[in-house]
């Protein structure tokens, strides 16, 4: 309600004359300009905070018949590009936040698993989308934690330039891991897995390959597994994202070695964990071709692992994240290969 009202007064605003351009690398020279610049970027993290805190609400009405749902903070590595490095408090870790979903329905002398269920998009959040999601695992008796990593939206400007995809975002999902871990212990730590899809996916690729031991199994649904490529086929708008200074700073073109290293196909033979990977030939957001590059890189990397590329699935990137019959259906695919490693409660048939 309130984001809603909030955007019509920022629509009110624009009509009246201060309409702005987008955000560029660099800020107009013209002190007007710079001004209504300026403005539209408060603006746009206001409306922002707004939509997350109304989503919030949202969030734990809607499954507080199943879990304990909880929000808790956490550290994550420092900033990987420090502005001031003598300035006070220049390095140290920075405060991130976590969703915690506990089943209700009690254990009786035993743990549980733990799922943990990366967001997607770049500068996304995790939001109401992923609501049956979690509620398919909860009633499976996992425990699931959703962490807002570094470059998330909804918690303003300075969290939001801290993103680093493919980087420390990797980092600051297993230190949420490592927290959940810490904090409860009726969780068993030997029953972790991780799933992700589009960024999300790569964040669950990239930390089973920096962690192996640390989780029994990973799943990636419309994985992006391929930055260079990527940045082949996007448009500029979207490149410059990457090259901003306070994120990569450097184009693909400029520094092919650094978006290789933060892509799961360039990585492939670091997999040691059982892994099921779900893609679509008809997806509009996460070209086919890039996930065909991390399959054919597994098995010249002699890995084991599971696939399947759907033929023009209905929903193409968001195809198995809807309600229809074939999403639910891969979804069930997703938790039976889950279940065959973390042995949840009451697993999908």
């Not at 549980?112 to 990366?118: D, H, Y």
């Not at 939001?160 to 212990?185: C, H, P, R, S």
């Not at 193409?316 to 973390?342: C, P, Q, V, W």
Request: a positive charge; charged letters at 25%; proline letters at 5%.
């Amino acid at each position: 309600m309130f984001a809603r009202t909030f955007a019509i007064a920022c629509g009110f605003i624009l009509s009246m004359g201060l309409a702005v351009v987008q955000t560029k690398p660099e800020a107009p020279a013209d002190p007007v300009k710079q001004r209504l610049h300026d403005l539209e970027e408060s603006l746009k993290f206001v409306e922002e905070s707004l939509t997350k805190g109304s989503d919030d609400l949202m969030l734990f009405r809607r499954l507080d018949d199943l879990a304990v749902v909880d929000k808790s903070r956490f550290t994550g590595p420092p900033p990987r590009v420090i502005k001031n490095k003598t300035a006070q408090g220049a390095g140290n870790r920075i405060i991130l936040s976590a969703y915690t979903f506990l089943p209700k329905k009690p254990l009786m002398n035993a743990k549980r698993p733990l799922v943990v269920l990366v967001h997607g998009r770049v500068h996304g959040n995790f939001d109401t989308s992923y609501i049956h999601t979690v509620r398919e695992l909860l009633a499976q008796g996992y425990a699931v934690l959703a962490p807002e990593y570094r470059g998330s939206s909804g918690y303003g400007k300075d969290l939001w330039q801290l993103i680093d995809y493919g980087g420390l975002e990797i980092e600051d999902v297993f230190a949420a891991k490592q927290w959940m871990l810490q904090n409860n212990d009726n969780i068993d730590p030997t029953r972790v897995g991780i799933i992700g899809w589009s960024h999300g996916g790569l964040i669950a690729l990239m930390n089973l390959f920096a962690h192996p031991k640390d989780y029994k199994v990973g799943y990636a649904g419309v994985p992006v597994c391929d930055l260079v490529a990527r940045m082949g086929y996007k448009r500029q708008g979207y490149r410059d994202l990457f090259s901003a200074s306070y994120h990569i700073g450097k184009t693909a073109e400029e520094d092919v070695n650094e978006y290789r290293r933060r892509s799961p196909a360039w990585n492939a033979d670091k997999l040691q964990t059982p892994l099921l990977i779900h893609t679509t030939t008809n997806d509009e957001d996460v070209n086919v071709l890039e996930v065909e590059h991390l399959i054919k890189a597994l098995k010249a990397a002699d890995k084991k692992f599971e696939h399947k590329i759907y033929k023009d699935a209905p929903g193409g990137h968001e195809f198995n994240r809807i309600d229809t019959k074939l999403a639910k259906e891969s979804r069930a695919e997703m938790y039976r290969f889950l279940a065959k490693h973390l042995n949840p409660p009451s697993p999908v048939k």
